[in-house]
């Protein structure tokens, strides 16, 4: 008998407020599943090698802002500042903006800036309840922010009279800015930067889709998420270059960007013009998260099997990307075991399911290539909204071409029935169906942490150049 | 179902709001029927104060039969299959509709 590998992977949920708000460790839940692997069978199993936490977050920043990565130093940018708009990100990000921003505020404070906002970027989600503002925010810089006179806003996509007109894209999206952050001379993004299947989190995504109308969210989504060009690791990706593009526009000045290592604490903070920081943090991430590819060596694998982790949060709809980054180490028809417990969320106007939004795929079940035909008709046709379709559809066409075996807890299982997801408790049984289905001899790549693990060779940080029209027609 | 808040007594009406709707089933009864319809609502924060009857519209569904289901959350046992079936048929738009 062939030894075997014991796999342990994270099986979290865990609030994205409560990463964000609070150094309770009683307030973590966190637990691990386990299975053992045969040796022989064992493609590979990927674990990061995670640097240090920094120990006080808003030093941290206050040191980035003053040491800045590219342009000049917060307080530079502050000195002939009329108004500034401070964006940050909503409730189903774990980025700690009640920690980060302090050392924003005593800036603001130092350089004697009287007209301040912050402003949500909350793009087409709904808006943060009273309760997620003030963990979001935090109740010091709420108070504070009312002795100074800093009003708070969230975006509100669909209110045509609160949006200012930029202009188009080079790649044709209308851009409408909100009117907060339009007024704004100096605009900084807070926000966490990772790779992921939209190309990367974090700098100007803030902005675009963060602070923008209805119009402009899902002219950049519909035309571009589609694209194979949009995948794990392609910052210079189409979707996220016009993002980046989109931001410029809009005049972004700085991007405050906050790596969050797999417990969801902050191991860098990174601070500098836009959007030249954040390519840089995204580099910071790669180095540590993004794994030599071993399908070249060793062929694709048959079964991957996938943890989701603290910076994640309630819904699959949120810890399921790392379907995406599988997908591209599995071969096609193999098959992906996704470990989500998905509890779902309790929030202001009801509770939602672990499997909400993933309901929207299932006019389009069973996944099939002739079914992703109806779905980019329906994109093409605007009946499908990408605002939340950028998530469920990605998935959707990895399902089409392989076969998505969802652990999770037994309340999702009959959700999971209804819309057509395979789902199951036991990864014991998602696995030994997967080895029924490829052989006895299945190759597996074990990824616990794949919302965040990307293949090196996926990763697209430059453009490639491309040819103007007259070196065509020469 | 029968999950509406005891201190509303108001039916629901064409012009009531999705988030005022959320609002009179915390238990997550309205966010389902949305979700069985296929409708994104009950997260979106662009409809999140537009009208059933707009978001009936917008989605393509027809606004009476939508009005039918989500009123019937009221009764013990919810609204039927057949409301929830007619509720959720997509029906194309007419000339000069958007």
Redesign the interface.
């Known amino acids: 008998m062939s030894d075997s590998y014991r796999v342990v992977i994270p099986y979290e949920s865990l609030d994205p407020l409560t990463i964000g708000a609070t150094d309770d460790e009683s307030k973590v839940y966190r637990d691990t599943i386990e299975i053992d692997i045969a040796e022989p069978n064992l493609l590979a199993a990927i674990y990061p090698d995670e640097p240090a936490p920094v120990g006080d977050v808003t030093a941290a920043a206050a040191e980035a802002l003053e040491a800045p990565h590219s342009g000049p130093r917060f307080s530079e940018i502050l000195a002939s500042a009329q108004r500034v708009g401070v964006i940050i990100d909503n409730q189903f990000r774990p980025t700690p903006a009640s920690k980060l921003l302090p050392a924003v505020f005593d800036a603001l404070d130092k350089a004697g800036v009287a007209d301040a906002r912050v402003v949500c970027a909350?793009?087409?989600?709904?808006?943060m309840s009273e309760s997620d503002i003030e963990q979001k925010i935090g109740k010091d810089n709420l108070a504070r922010m009312e002795a100074s006179g800093i009003d708070f806003f969230?975006?509100?996509?669909?209110n045509e009279s609160s949006y200012s007109y930029v202009g188009v894209s080079s790649r044709g999206t209308p851009i409408w800015l909100h009117d907060e952050v339009a007024k704004c001379d100096v605009k900084i993004t807070i926000g966490q930067a990772q790779s992921n299947h939209w190309g990367a989190g974090g700098g100007g995504k803030l902005i675009l889709p963060g602070v923008v109308s209805?119009e402009t969210i899902e002219s950049n989504h519909c035309a571009f998420v589609p694209s194979p060009q949009t995948h794990y690791g392609a910052l210079a990706g189409p979707m996220r270059s016009d993002i980046d593009e989109g931001a410029t526009m809009c005049d972004l000045s700085c991007t405050m960007n906050v790596l969050l290592d797999t417990h969801g604490r902050v191991i860098d903070c990174i601070f500098g013009a836009h959007p030249d920081a954040h390519r840089d943090a995204i580099e910071k991430f790669n180095a540590i998260y993004a794994f030599e590819n071993p399908v070249a060596e060793k062929g694709p694998a048959d079964i991957a099997i996938c943890g989701v982790f603290a910076p994640t949060d309630h819904l699959f709809f949120h810890t399921g990307w790392g379907c995406m980054s599988s997908d591209l180490v599995v071969r096609e028809g193999g098959t992906i075991i996704y470990c989500s417990p998905s509890p779902g969320v309790s929030t202001?106007?009801?509770?939602?399911?672990g499997l909400?939004?993933m309901?929207?795929m299932?006019?389009y079940m069973p996944p099939s290539r002739e079914n992703y035909e109806r779905v980019l008709r329906d994109i093409h046709g605007r009946?499908i909204?990408m605002?939340?379709g950028c998530i469920w559809v990605p998935i959707y066409e990895v399902m089409t071409r392989k076969h998505l075996a969802l652990v999770t807890l037994e309340e999702n299982l009959e959700m999971a029935a209804d819309i057509g997801i395979d789902a199951m408790t036991s990864l014991d049984e998602a696995y030994a169906q997967a080895l029924q289905r490829h052989g006895a001899d299945a190759k597996v790549i074990v990824l616990p942490y794949a919302r965040y693990q990307l293949p090196r060779n996926a990763i697209r940080m430059h453009a490639e150049e491309l040819e103007t029209l007259e070196q065509v027609r020469l | 179902m029968g999950g509406m808040s005891p201190d509303t007594t108001d039916e629901i009406r064409g012009s009531t709001t999705i988030?005022e709707i959320?609002?009179l089933?915390?238990?997550?009864e309205?966010?389902?029927l949305m979700?069985?319809l296929?409708w994104?609502c009950?997260?979106?924060?662009?409809?999140?104060?537009?009208p059933l009857t707009m978001a009936a519209k917008r989605h393509?569904n027809s606004p009476r039969a939508v009005l039918d289901a989500f009123r019937a959350l009221e009764l013990e046992d919810g609204p039927s299959d057949n409301q929830i079936a007619l509720a959720a048929t997509k029906h194309r738009r007419g000339p000069g509709e958007p």
Do not use: I, T
């Open positions: 909350n793009g087409k989600v709904f808006p969230q975006n509100e996509p669909r209805d202001a106007v009801g509770d939602f399911p909400a939004l309901d929207m299932k006019p009946n909204q605002w939340a | 988030v959320l609002r089933y915390p238990g997550g309205a966010a389902a979700s069985k296929s994104p009950a997260h979106c924060g662009g409809a999140f104060h537009e393509r």
